[in-house]
């Protein structure tokens, strides 16, 4: 009786990986198949991708041990200047883990890597790495000491050359994006467009909404939300809350967004020149365009 039981468990296990396997392949194949070339190939990819990623964050306590807490991306958006990953933390238990947000800076660099394995350098899981965090894809999370069969190594280069074609992807975003060219553009047409609307500053009940979830979010130093909301509250009218464009201001540079920082200190003055605060928002400007880089 043990006999038949073991058998039809290992049948089981035969068939959970024939059916992975031509998941992933035709997955596999229907990704592979699209060349990353232009902006648009690019954020297709991402279009058909965001679920399979994975995100390591690493962070010291204060007694200076490192901690890991591991994210799956849920979605993703890119507004101008970066790329937002939606991300949502991977509990043991329930897999129900709080949801938080990386962005990714076009102005800066991903570092692609590899792990290899002892004495075999063709067998690898490669990674990208951005500051404090490690993204993977599919099964290059697994470990790669435990990964030995033939199904397993099909699978891992896929997830490899998917993970390349992100890579690609965040490059050719980046290429395509001009930042000197593109803040002097927009801040003219911002400039023009709220002198010609006649300086509306009613604050409608959806844009009052977005603004008090933004200054909670704030208050509460979840910098991500925040700057979402403040920018749902200009969606909703870019010229009635002043305010929104300086506190996304002061987040953007807190993260280290200096380019961001700066553009939307010089959209508040162009709203708020007279301020009580217009010598501090100008002289913030000065502090971050030393750290700017185009």
């Known amino acids: 009786m ?57 962070t010291k306590r204060l007694d200076g041990l490192e901690v890991e ?34 962005m990714l800076n076009l102005l800066d660099s991903l570092k692609m890597d590899k792990i290899t394995k002892k004495n075999n350098e063709s067998y690898f899981a490669k990674y990208i790495s951005y500051k404090n965090y490690k993204i993977t894809c599919g099964c290059a999370k697994c470990d790669i000491e435990s ?32 930042a000197s060219e593109k803040a002097e553009e927009k801040l003219i047409k911002f400039r023009d467009e709220y002198i010609k609307l006649g300086r509306n500053r009613e604050i409608t009940e959806e844009q009052r909404k977005f603004i008090i979830q933004a200054n909670v979010a704030n208050d509460a130093k979840d910098y991500v939300n925040a700057l979402l909301l403040y920018r749902k509250a200009i969606d909703v009218n870019k010229f009635s809350y002043p305010n929104a464009y300086f506190n996304m201001a002061l987040i953007l540079a807190h993260s280290g967004y200096y380019y961001q920082a700066t553009y939307a200190m010089k959209a508040y003055l162009i709203l708020m020149p007279d301020a009580e605060d217009a010598r501090k928002a100008q002289d913030k400007i000065y502090e971050w365009e030393m750290y700017v880089k185009y």
Request: proline fraction near 1%.
């Open 147 to 178: 990964e030995t069969t033939k199904f397993i190594k099909n699978l891992r280069k896929e997830c490899n050359e998917n993970l390349d074609k992100f890579y690609t992807s965040f490059n050719i975003l980046k290429l395509n994006f001009n």
């Open 69 to 102: 807490t591991f994210y799956q991306c849920e979605g993703y958006v890119i507004e101008n200047e970066y790329l937002i990953l939606f991300l949502k933390e991977i509990d043991d238990v329930e897999n129900k883990g709080k949801l938080t947000h990386l």
């Open 2 to 58: 043990k006999g038949i039981i073991l058998k039809i468990s290992e049948i089981k296990v035969l068939a959970l990986k024939i059916s992975f396997f031509v998941i992933f392949t035709l997955f596999g194949l229907q990704v592979n198949a699209q060349e990353i070339k232009t902006e648009v190939d690019a954020v297709s990819f991402l279009d058909k991708m965001p679920k399979n990623y994975f995100i390591t964050e690493t």
